[in-house]
């Protein structure tokens, strides 16, 4: 790990604003992927800014009958939370299917959100990378790529966007609360929040730089069947290879239907909801028109339908 400074900041705006006066630096609130990285030297701050104690910890209604998740929420005090649990069940499921509890424990909202791919190459300081160098190449590209995108991929990148909650926050039509180090704020749509690669897999949000996440907003309950499944290589403590986070409305409105472990972010396609009543093919069919699986990580798109299909029975159950 290389030498880097510290600082505690008082309030968001100054955090940003630290952070903005400082080429290098960067948030650390749980650090549970930050300081991962700096140990294999892939991430590198020369300077850290510790937002721990800004208050953003708490989970408040909101004046349109959601909820307003403070980024410093804690992943098991989140997926723990009796509204969350019983309005949006399918994010409570989705936290309670990610790494461990140890590390829920620690794991931050806005770090769940901002968390860096786990493509091997990526993570191999001797590989070309695109994300971790600009410009250097995507070694993931004929190379080992079982676990990488089937979707959304570009000619300079086909890494997995790896998290969960983002999964389930697709499904819900969240917001991503900001400010900046001029203390201006604005509002994000989770659907934008996340970049695909194009030819600049090394700019992975919409954030600015040294903006900074302050909370998560969920919109009022949509009601509905919340259900999120998984499909790992074990059964705990490992990344999705699939996921699906669905909310099932059969006599309320449309599905909700985003797909995790297959794009580079959480993988909602509008049309492919629109085609429940054809059943977990037709809508898969839709959601995957235009992928570009490897030979390796095209078992990916049947495996999605196949875990479609056993949402799509759970909530006839239901």
């Known amino acids: ?5 510290y600082e505690r900041a008082a309030t968001p705006a100054a955090a940003a604003a630290a952070v903005a006066k400082t080429p290098g630096a960067k948030f650390v609130a749980g650090g549970t992927n930050l300081l991962d990285l700096m140990k294999l030297q892939v991430e590198t701050p020369r300077h850290l800014v510790d937002v721990n104690r800004l208050g953003l910890d708490t989970i408040d209604a909101t004046p349109e009958g959601g ?29 309670l299917s990610a790494a461990s509890g140890q590390l829920r424990n620690k794991a931050t909202t806005a770090g769940n959100l901002l968390q860096r791919t786990r493509c091997p190459y990526f993570y191999d300081t001797n590989q070309p990378c695109n994300k971790r160098q600009p410009g250097s190449g995507c070694a993931a590209i004929g190379g080992f790529s079982r676990n990488l995108a089937v979707i959304g991929t570009s000619r300079d990148c086909i890494a997995t966007y790896p998290g969960d909650m983002a999964v389930a926050m697709r499904a819900l039509d969240a917001v991503v609360e900001t400010v900046d180090a001029t203390g201006a704020t604005r509002r994000i749509a989770i659907a934008d929040f996340h970049r695909l690669p194009g030819a600049t897999p090394w700019v992975e949000t919409a954030l600015k730089p040294a903006e900074m996440i302050t909370a998560v907003t969920l919109p009022a309950p949509i009601g509905g069947t919340h259900i999120y499944r998984k499909v790992r290589d074990r059964a705990s403590y490992a990344f999705a290879a699939v996921s ?45 028109a235009g992928a570009t699986p490897t030979e ?4 990916k798109i049947p495996l999605a339908e196949r875990t479609l299909a056993a949402v799509l029975a759970e909530g006839a159950r239901a």
Do not use: H
Not at 1 to 5: A, G, L, N, S
Not at 261 to 278: H, L, M
């Open 296 to 299: 390796q990580n095209a078992f």
């Open 67 to 95: 909820l307003r998740i403070g980024a410093l929420v804690r992943n098991t005090a989140l997926a723990a939370d009796p509204r969350v649990r019983r309005d949006y069940g399918v994010l409570s499921r989705a936290l």
């Open 1 to 5: 790990m290389k030498p880097f400074t």
């Open 244 to 288: 699906v986070a669905a909310v099932l409305r059969p006599n309320e409105g449309p599905a909700r239907i985003a797909f995790g472990g297959v794009a580079p972010r959480p993988w909602r396609v509008a049309a492919a909801e629109q085609r429940v009543d054809g059943g977990s093919k037709a809508i898969a069919d839709t959601a995957f």
